[in-house]
């Protein structure tokens, strides 16, 4: 069964540190999404990316973060500057037609800032 | 503010229990409802629910939704220590919206 990638599972960082993480997605979907869920709480949606644009992003994701597809395979979230809070877990997601037939996760990167 | 709220947030049974859990929502328009389960880190795909009264099953789990009273229930039927999981009920406001929102989810204990 096709899957969402997403590289590397554990990352640690300085704090005011610059991270990229990234994400293959499924090869025919054309969304693609970040959530991010800090331990104990609950899923939440950063960003949706369609057609080389941001479609939609959270009150969360504000100008410390960007998202890029810089090839054809390759889907990227930047964290500039790291915070403590910003230590979560970040999955990527993709999806065919959209959200209104759902969509595959990967399995996460846990970020943990120090 | 788009609300979705689950309970119970823990639940242990014994293995060949049947369980039900709660999801109730509150959002300016909505489209879909959906149930994942998170085990280890992924959540994985369940069900998604788009019309009152009509009961989605795969094997010894089913989902319905309700519209009117705004909640959905998933059951679980003769569990098994392999459901042992965070189920997460998330739902899609619509209106153009590509996000879901999702519930603090349940932790799903099953003892043998």
């Known amino acids: 069964e096709p899957e969402v990638t997403q590289t590397p599972s554990h990352q640690v960082t300085q704090m005011g540190q610059e991270v990229i993480l990234r994400c293959v997605p499924i090869s025919n979907h054309l969304y693609f999404y970040w959530y991010r869920q800090i331990l104990g709480q609950k899923v939440e949606f950063l960003v949706s990316f369609y057609n080389n644009e941001i479609s939609e992003k959270s009150e969360i994701f504000d100008d410390q973060f960007s998202v890029e597809r810089p090839d054809g395979s390759n889907f990227t979230l930047k964290i500039r500057s790291t915070k403590l809070e910003d230590s979560a877990m970040y999955f990527c997601a993709s999806s065919e037609s959209g959200i209104n037939y759902g969509y595959t996760f990967g399995s996460g990167t846990r970020l943990t800032v120090v | 503010e788009d609300k979705v709220v689950q309970s119970p947030l823990s639940l242990v049974v014994h293995e060949g229990d049947t369980v039900t859990l709660n999801c109730s929502y509150e959002v300016t328009n909505f489209r879909s409802l959906l149930w994942y389960k998170q085990e280890k880190k992924a959540p994985t795909f369940l069900f998604m629910l788009t019309s009152s009264g009509i009961e989605k099953k795969s094997g010894r789990l089913s989902s319905i939704l309700d519209k009117k009273e705004l909640f959905s229930i998933l059951n679980i039927t003769a569990t098994q220590t392999g459901d042992s999981a965070v189920y997460l009920c998330?739902?899609?406001?619509?209106?153009?919206?590509?996000?879901?929102?999702f519930g603090q989810g349940t932790r799903l204990t099953i003892n043998p």
């Open positions: 998330a739902v899609h406001p619509g209106g153009g919206a590509q996000k879901l929102v």
